[in-house]
């Protein structure tokens, strides 16, 4: 599989200027994916670590390197979640960190090919969710043993989605009156009939109640909070943090901090507003078109 069917980097010249990388220097990739971007900064003579928790990406990536003849001395990956970034970084020799980048939320690679139900559209595929193995919480549990108030809770506040009161009594009485909700397509069907309408609408109405179930199976909010707070400190005075969200809940999570870290004198913002993909990226990358990117550097 080539990197661009992996998962194509999104805004990468933006993400290359922004990051100002210099040879020798030292960067974190702290969600690897296809390697996009940490091959990018290799190119230029940067050397990278790069983390993933999802084995799959991990496996893609040493491929790459190996493929690119690209040795540990530059390209350091590591099957690792970013909320120990800096315990991490400091076990692998990265202690003079210039640059950061984290591309959020879940990448095409896990949509199209994973097999763990990212999906709505991969009706044959199991209710899982989950970006490693080693967390023991599937979107099956969560949709079958939740109490109807968290469900609820779940989906408005992860999907804000006006319908969650349907939803949440429709899966409800599904589990109730049936056998256990075991794939994409029975959750398909059960959201389906809860929210009458034309097919676009409840396409929306679907990707938003799975965006809610992968931030609840993996904690998502609360791994990015922690992240970027130790990211934050494992940088040295001139580096600088970069982040792409796709949603509305992980850019104001990332804008928030922004500000509280600009406040203290900490941070100062270099992205006024956020760097949005221009047409010509949408076009040969659909999934860009959510995409914000958003800058700072340490004071």
Known sequence: MILSN????VLLPDVIE??????????????LGGGGYSLAIVNRGGKVLGLDIDPEAIDFARQKAGQEKIGQEKWQIRQESFADIRLIAGKNGFSQVWGI???????????????????????????????????????????????KERLYEIFTK???????????????????????????????????????GEAREQQKVLARIYQALRIEVNSELSTIEEGLREASGLLTKGG????LSYHSLEDRLVKGFFREKARSGELKILTKSPVRPG???IRHN??????????????
């Open 158 to 196: 992860y999907a804000e989605e006006l319908s969650a009161g349907a939803i949440t009594g429709a899966v409800v009485r599904a589990r109730t009156l049936k056998k256990r909700i075991g794939s994409v397509a029975d959750l398909n069907r059960i959201i389906i009939e809860a929210v009458p």
């Open 240 to 243: 600088r943090i970069l982040v």
């Open 18 to 31: 922004l990051l100002n990388i210099k040879k020798d220097r030292q960067y974190v990739d702290a969600t």
């Open 6 to 9: 992996y998962h194509r980097p």
């Open 279 to 281: 047409f010509e990226e």
């Open 286 to 299: 659909p999934r860009a078109r959510s995409a914000k990117l958003r800058a700072a550097e340490k004071i």
């Open 101 to 147: 980048i984290f591309d959020l939320g879940v990448s095409s690679h896990q949509l199209d090919f994973s097999g763990r139900g990212f999906s709505f559209r991969k009706g044959e595929e199991k209710l899982d969710m989950r970006f490693s193995g080693k967390n023991p919480l599937t979107a099956e549990e969560v949709i079958n043993q939740y109490s």
